[in-house]
């Protein structure tokens, strides 16, 4: 009996000192967006501050769909994007007044340099005419230090090109756990974070 404690004993100690496993790498993806509400971005656009806040998330397990309103004003707000949040990247379900059909990669998880994927959808402004198709492409630069007015940034430097209402490019820096930190829109310009709240 004492020599079966004995081996217990042993057997126990041994179990407790062992170390524990590593977490697997795609456990520790971090998210390119934050998933609180209440985060807020303050973006310079050209002259103008824009104020975005985010409104609205519901989770399903590590997925999460993160609406994001703008504020104007006197707590004037309007959407500005809706987007899925999750370990494999991001995508945009509607963004500058559009529905997007089926939604849109912006950022693939894990990436690499000259990683790049095609997108087709259509965009749907609700109003009831037929939605206008949008074709085009994303590749990833790689990832790079951003110098923006809210502080420096590791970011994947992401450019695309899109055909719908024309032709047009951008190029967009994301940071984990902030999203947008830079975009430069051959269409309307730059916009560059100027502050960053996180929700702990």
Do not use: C, I
Not at 111 to 138: I, K
Not at 149 to 163: E, K, L, T
């Amino acid at each position: 009996m004492v020599r079966l404690l004995a081996a217990v004993t042993v057997l126990g100690g041994a179990a407790t000192s062992t170390p524990a496993a590593p977490v697997p790498a795609e456990v520790r993806r971090p998210l390119y967006y934050p998933n609180r509400v209440g985060a807020e971005w303050v973006y310079r656009q050209g002259e103008r501050e824009v104020r975005v806040v985010v409104s609205e998330v519901t989770a399903r397990g590590d997925v999460f769909e993160v609406t994001a309103e703008r504020v104007d004003g006197a707590d004037k707000r309007s959407l500005w994007e809706r987007v899925v949040v999750s370990r494999d990247g991001l995508s945009v379900l509607h963004d500058g007044g559009f529905e997007h059909r089926p939604p849109v990669r912006w950022l693939r998880h894990p990436h690499a340099a000259d990683d790049h994927w095609r997108v087709e959808s259509f965009l749907d402004s609700g109003g009831g005419g037929s939605p206008f198709p949008l074709r085009g492409s994303f590749t990833v630069v790689g990832t790079e230090e951003v110098r923006v007015p809210a502080g420096v940034f590791q970011a994947v430097r992401v450019r695309g090109r899109m055909s719908v209402f024309g032709e047009w490019t951008d190029e967009r820096w994301y940071a984990p756990g902030v999203g947008l930190v830079k975009k430069e829109d051959n269409r309307v310009g730059s916009l560059v974070l100027k502050e960053f709240r996180p929700v702990r």
